[in-house]
């Protein structure tokens, strides 16, 4: 992945997924943000309703907005929450960066990937959109680093004063505590948290909020649920543990439109002979297919949108944990697969979660325009531009900012 995009570039550092870095982002990942979850889940409630009446205001009319640009505005403001706090989430500034970054830096990766290896460096500062990610690396520079000078100022202040210090549940107090002291980047590591979350639930929460609307029989049975669920148990992880038909819908959206038919990219790192006797020499790269998503002997009818498939197989003896969002198998790679599955995953899956209870409680959707196509470019695909959905102001049947 470092090598695809160029991390050993000024701009794209924030890839960089070097042994110290690495160890740093899985352990907020997995100590910090997996572990919180649940502190998390209703703070992040009360950003998506702060996010979902900015974006898509109270009109009871019918509106237009395209689908792509508005997720993104949402998943950013719920990441942002999650990996800064309250505070800098609400920063519009911060807001615009995490988005303009998330999209430019992978258009001008793949720009550069079209020029010779030798060439990259020279392209990268002539390019007008290269520049445009060193720029806006500088500008979250320049907000971030007050920031965290403010708290490290902050911490001092009251440990000289013997008093308790606050509990910070962010991305910056638990890469502070990863690193143990060794040097790392903040404001890169903060660039690079919120590259790779913005883009991947972006589109899965892009593509099935636009199956949805284009399934509108759908979204009642997900209201009943979500209603019910969130009556009895508030905003808790256990009540969006709970929403089955919720999982299984997000899931089947996954099936139905991975962000890419190509996963699990690696390079040989030695001479490896597969049980065929394939031999694949080191430095070779190789890829996963993932057809099997599609394969009828698989997941019977595959063309069908069908968001019972993952709550059936859930409900058979001995398949809960294989079937749902979360989990990975060679069936289903949506996620990745095996040691390397992808370790954001589970904040992922509870905020698009959180997202969608506030979307179908509290507004009706349709596409605006049919037939909705995704964009491809290459092996991946998005929700592009061109996808429009149109929405209305509902009654939800539960006061989600009173749970």
Known sequence: MAAEFHSHLPGFASINLE?????????????????????????????????????????????????????????????CHAFVGPELCRNEAWVRITKDYATITFASAGKLNIFPYAMRPLVNWLDSGCRRVRALVSEARDILAPAFEKRRLTKQVIKASDLSPPVLNDTIEWAEEASQGRYYDPVEFQLGMTLVALHTTTNLLGVTLMLLAENPQFIEPLREEMSSI??????????????KLLDSAIKEAQRMCPPDILNLRRIATANITLPDGTLIRKGE???????????????????????????????????????????????????????????????????????????????????????????????????????????????????????
């Open 285 to 403: 790269r190789t890829v996963v297919v993932c057809d099997q998503m599609m394969d009828p002997e698989v997941y019977p009818d595959p063309e069908t949108f069908d968001i019972y498939r993952f709550k059936r197989m859930r409900d058979e003896a001995g398949a809960d944990s294989k079937a749902q969002l979360v989990s990975v198998s060679p069936e289903h790679v949506g996620f990745g697969y095996g040691a390397a599955a992808c370790p954001g995953r589970f904040l992922a899956a509870n905020e698009i979660k959180i997202a969608l209870c506030h979307l179908l409680l509290k507004y009706d959707w349709k596409v605006a325009k049919r037939p909705y196509k995704r964009l491809v470019i290459g092996t991946s695909s998005f929700v592009g531009p061109e996808a429009m959905i149109s929405f209305r102001r509902r009654k939800e049947e539960v006061d989600l900012e009173a749970l």
């Open 230 to 243: 969130l009556r009895d148990e508030g905003w808790s992880k256990t009540a969006l543990y709970n929403m």
């Open 19 to 79: 042994e110290e870095r690495w160890r740093i982002q899985l352990a907020v990942l997995k100590r910090g943000l997996t572990q919180n979850l649940g502190v998390l889940t209703s703070s992040l409630s009360s950003e998506a309703s702060f996010a979902t009446e900015l974006i898509f205001g109270s009109n009871n009319e019918w509106q237009e907005t395209a689908a792509n640009e508005a997720v993104l505005d949402l998943v950013a403001r719920l990441s």
